[in-house]
């Protein structure tokens, strides 16, 4: 029999949009002779829906509009282990649930808990190290207390006066980078070049959380490594971030106006080796399972310096995430059948 896949996307979260592609290219992709699928939309107000109608919708943002949408929640009776339907109090069991969520309340291990409280089985890493992960400061003390190398950061709440602030970075060198503690697609990062841009650098990461922090520049450029697994991992090719100028922000993320993506990146093979081997070393040290891609830099003096890890990375079919393993010859169908079942088989 078909085992029921359950494909969440939406979310009460910066990330909604980014979240409508990434799931319309996981259905059109997922193989339907193998799985049953349920579509789950989670509209902004966090509210969920079981959709039933045009996947081009989804991408769009006109799913809601669907008479087909029916109210649901997700029961937390475990012998349920599934859903229910508000309007008539149908239970539907899942096997399994794909949560093509990016940021807040779908990423950070809020949605991941509940699934574990209600007995469900789902795609990637489990509630702790998602929650970790999304942690921007914690993951990097994390991987710092494993001997690894990590930017310089302070943290900071919304309690802490300008001065304060001021005062605890003052030996950091520019340009900096303030940042939000927990959100994606580097919605409001600033890279700041002097102190007299700090106190809107700092309004504007506040925006997104009542935590920010603050982190030196490396002097290097981005890579990235799409990692497969729960104990047996696989780990795609390198990628790098060619930039002109700035970072690599949530516009250049999904425009690549005025930056490059080189796969693989431009490095030996033995420095590449090198970058897979710390990416899988971040992976284990996280307790991530299932999918994450590691993000790091690569200095002028060769070292390796972690950034972060995303734990629902970008998930359409040029995706960086999906891009890496397609370079060691693991299509983005297969990518999404392994993905569910290291799902099924924790």
């Known amino acids: 029999m078909k085992k029921k896949v359950a494909i969440i996307f939406g979310g009460c979260s910066s990330e909604y949009e980014v979240s409508l592609v990434s799931a319309t290219s996981v259905i059109r992709n997922i193989n339907k002779n193998k799985y049953d699928v ?103 003390e994390l991987v710092s207390s494993s001997g690894l190398l990590s930017p310089i950061s302070y943290l900071f709440d919304k309690n802490d006066d300008y001065k304060k602030i001021e005062n605890k970075i003052a030996l950091l060198n520019y340009p900096l980078f303030v940042k939000p503690l927990k959100a994606g697609s580097s919605f409001g990062i600033t890279k700041i070049s002097s102190i007299k841009d700090l106190k809107q650098a700092i309004s504007k990461a506040f925006q997104y959380d009542d ?101 629902i990375p970008g998930c359409t079919s040029h995706s960086r995430y999906p891009s890496m393993l397609k370079e060691i010859g693991i299509t983005f169908e297969e990518v999404i059948d392994r993905l569910i079942e290291l799902g099924l088989e924790r």
Request: net charge negative.
């Open 38 to 140: 349920m579509m789950i939309g989670i509209t902004k107000n966090g509210d969920y829906y079981l959709y039933n109608g045009d996947i081009d919708k989804i991408e769009k943002d006109e799913w809601l509009e669907s008479e087909t949408c029916k109210r649901i929640i997700i029961s937390t009776n475990r012998s349920d282990r599934g859903i229910i339907v508000l309007e008539t109090n149908e239970i539907i069991s899942l096997d399994i649930v794909f949560p093509v969520l990016h940021g807040k309340n779908g990423e950070d291990g809020r949605l991941q808990g509940l699934l574990e409280l209600a007995g469900i089985k789902y795609v990637g890493c489990d509630m702790t190290s998602s929650a970790i992960c999304m942690d921007k400061y914690l993951a990097h």
């Open 211 to 311: 935590k920010i922090i603050i982190e030196e520049n490396i002097d290097g450029f981005e890579v990235g490594c799409a990692v497969l697994g729960n104990n047996d991992l696989i780990i795609g090719e390198v990628d790098e971030i060619e930039l002109e100028d700035g970072f690599f922000d949530y516009f250049e993320k999904y425009n690549l106006k005025t930056s490059k993506i080189h796969l693989p990146a431009r490095i030996s093979k033995e420095e590449r080796n090198k970058i897979k081997e710390t990416a899988l070393e971040i992976y284990k040290t996280l307790g991530c399972s299932g999918f994450a891609r590691v993000d790091m830099f690569y200095t002028k003096d060769k070292k390796i310096v972690f950034n972060e890890v995303n734990t």
